[in-house]
């Protein structure tokens, strides 16, 4: 117990603090803050978006290589959410911002960019006041840039008042004039081609219509013989003589004219007789007119043995 209240430690004679091992000392040396997102991000390993103002446990650590008119520059390091992949970026005290080092890209933001670019341009007037040679030199480059416009208005003024006593067909002369050989040579291949073209359709239309003629002279004819064939009729026979036995057949009755048959025949030149009228194809002989047969002459005897 006793020992460990001593205030003064024995050293040796031969003691040399020298030869003490040196602990190895990080001169970066890092802490570990809570802090905000400055800016919206993105991650670039898994494309998770970081909104500002998204709080993390970061680790702090001086740039050593960097600084702004003395004044120190701090690196943070912050996780993504999702996949955990690491995040750097920096402070920026000239512009009074942060930029993003690695690990995820900044998203675009218009008013940022649009104050760094007003400071940018007051700058640069700042220095170009300041500096008589550029004052001298801006001056120059303005007077230049108006004579330019100046010279590009009087040209548009010519242009108009040429185009407005311009008429169409010297417009289009100056524009086939300007044609080279080669356009030249096209369009003449060009029209040769259409002339042949409409030459070949010419020819074949005609050969359509001719043939069109044909089979309408074809259909005419064809259809002229199938009309001579259909009014074609066979005109009926002359009545026949009666044969001796024609006593024993008994007499039909006359049949009304309201009942016969109407048959009409087309005209002909002359090629087939005219038809019977139904009169003399009804007629029929009186049986005093016919010679008595054998068997009416045995009847007649059998009647005579009778009586």
Do not use: W
Request: some cysteine; overall charge neutral.
């Amino acid at each position: 117990m006793a020992d460990r209240k001593v205030l003064n430690k024995y050293y040796p004679p031969d003691f040399d603090p020298t030869k003490l091992p040196r602990l190895r000392v990080n001169p970066v040396k890092t802490f570990v803050v809570r802090i905000m997102a400055p800016f919206n991000m993105r991650c670039k390993t898994c494309g998770e978006y970081i909104y500002k103002g998204k709080k993390f446990n970061s680790k702090k650590e001086d740039v050593l290589d960097m600084d702004y008119m003395g004044l120190k520059i701090f690196r943070f390091f912050i996780k993504c959410t999702r996949c955990l992949a690491e995040i750097s970026f920096r402070t920026d005290p000239e512009n009074t911002d942060y930029v993003c080092e690695q690990g995820a890209t900044r998203n675009f933001q218009a008013h940022d960019f649009a104050e760094q670019e007003e400071r940018r341009l007051a700058r640069m007037e700042k220095d170009d006041e300041a500096n008589p040679m550029k004052v001298l030199e801006k001056r120059t480059k303005d007077s230049k840039n108006e004579m330019d416009v100046i010279d590009a208005l009087e040209e548009l003024k010519d242009l108009n008042a040429r185009n407005a006593n311009a008429s169409i067909d010297t417009m289009l002369h100056e524009v086939t004039s300007k044609k080279t050989a080669e356009e030249l040579a096209d369009e003449e291949d060009a029209r040769v081609a259409r002339e042949m073209f409409e030459e070949k359709r010419k020819s074949v239309k005609r050969l359509a219509e001719e043939n069109t003629v044909e089979s309408d002279d074809v259909n005419v004819i064809s259809n002229f013989q199938l009309s001579e064939k259909k009014t074609k009729t066979v005109a009926p026979l002359p009545p026949t003589k009666k044969t001796k036995l024609s006593g024993l057949v008994a007499k039909k009755k006359k049949a009304k004219p309201s009942q016969m048959p109407s048959i009409e025949i087309p005209e002909t030149s002359g090629i087939y007789s005219e038809p019977a009228s139904s009169s003399e194809v009804q007629k029929t002989v009186a049986p005093s007119d016919i010679a008595p047969s054998g068997l009416s002459l045995v009847g007649a005897y059998s009647d005579s043995d009778s009586d």
